[in-house]
């Protein structure tokens, strides 16, 4: 969920059959072109949209077991992709229109005695942001990392709290008005350069995560085992250590992936008609 909610995912159903002593092989029913359908109507899911959906036939991975045992298999693969326009005027355009509001802070001159006001204004602004924020996660579920909308509300929630701090300190400090007028055009700049920033790396999200639409069972697998990779004890490289070597320890090594097996390369020992070279 790292790029919620540009997300897409890929919800998937495996039917493996592990019978050994019987040779067995899915395969499309042939005596019709519609051999399947998927009807989204029934759908129960309103957030998502199915942009498309694959089914796959075919053997297991043989890396993947420890007998280096194949299984017949189908795997079916629903390509869906979040409806983001809901948080983009829910949350997007509030948090947009919440730090706008802040600009007019400047308007409350602080020489005049309206510093306590505009602080006032500053800290319920803040805690208007901070609202927001629970609303986002009360959509989500507990996730150790933030999403791409987290790092926009926190953005907003720091900017305000930056006002608030600026104001705290002239109030405090009796700094000339200058300094003030300088910080606010500061303020609208950021809050321009950053909305720039943010259009076009939604963009770019949005692009990288349209991906997973025409990604295979492989490649969903290379890509999890990249970000995740599995960990192996060898057994060749064992240690000793404690109380005069009385314990023997191994230390786990990230699984280094082996290369994907391309059926369609060309084999160098044969010409274009499946012949070998004399």
């Not at 949209?49 to 297991?60: K, L, N, Q, T, V």
């Not at 990604?215 to 290379?222: G, K, Q, R, V």
């Not at 970000?227 to 109380?243: C, E, N």
Request: aromatic share 12%.
């Amino acid at each position: 969920l790292q790029s919620f909610p540009f997300d897409c995912q890929d919800l998937s159903v495996i039917m493996r059959e592990n019978t050994r002593d019987i040779n067995i092989s899915f395969l499309p029913e042939m005596r019709k072109t519609t051999f399947g359908s998927i009807d989204p109507r029934y759908s129960v899911i309103d957030e998502w949209d199915m942009e498309s959906a694959r089914i796959e036939f075919g053997s297991s991975n043989a890396g993947s077991s420890r007998s280096s045992t194949t299984y017949p298999m189908i795997i079916l693969r629903l390509k869906m992709k979040r409806r983001w326009q809901v948080f983009m005027w829910n949350i997007v355009l509030i948090v947009l229109c919440v730090e706008c509001l802040a600009l007019t802070c400047f308007a409350l001159d602080i020489e005049a005695g309206e510093g306590a006001d505009r602080l006032g204004l500053s800290i319920t602004l803040v805690l208007t942001a901070v609202a927001f924020l629970h609303v986002v996660k009360s959509g989500l579920p507990n996730v150790p990392y933030f999403t791409f909308l987290d790092w926009y509300v926190y953005s907003g929630f720091l900017f305000l709290v930056a006002i608030m701090i600026e104001t705290a300190l002239l109030t405090a400090t009796g700094w000339e008005t200058t300094y003030d007028v300088a910080f606010m055009f500061i303020c609208i700049a950021y809050q321009i350069f950053y909305h720039i920033v943010f259009l076009f790396y939604s963009m770019k999200v949005r692009r990288d995560e349209t991906l997973k639409l025409v990604m295979d069972s492989d490649s969903i697998e290379a890509e999890v085992n990249l970000s995740r990779p599995a960990l192996v004890f060898d057994f060749t490289k064992g240690k000793r250590q404690g109380d005069d070597d009385r314990l023997l320890y191994f230390k786990a090594e990230a699984k280094v992936p082996k290369p994907m097996k391309n059926n369609h390369a060309p084999d160098p020992k044969k010409d274009g008609k499946g012949k070998e070279k004399k």
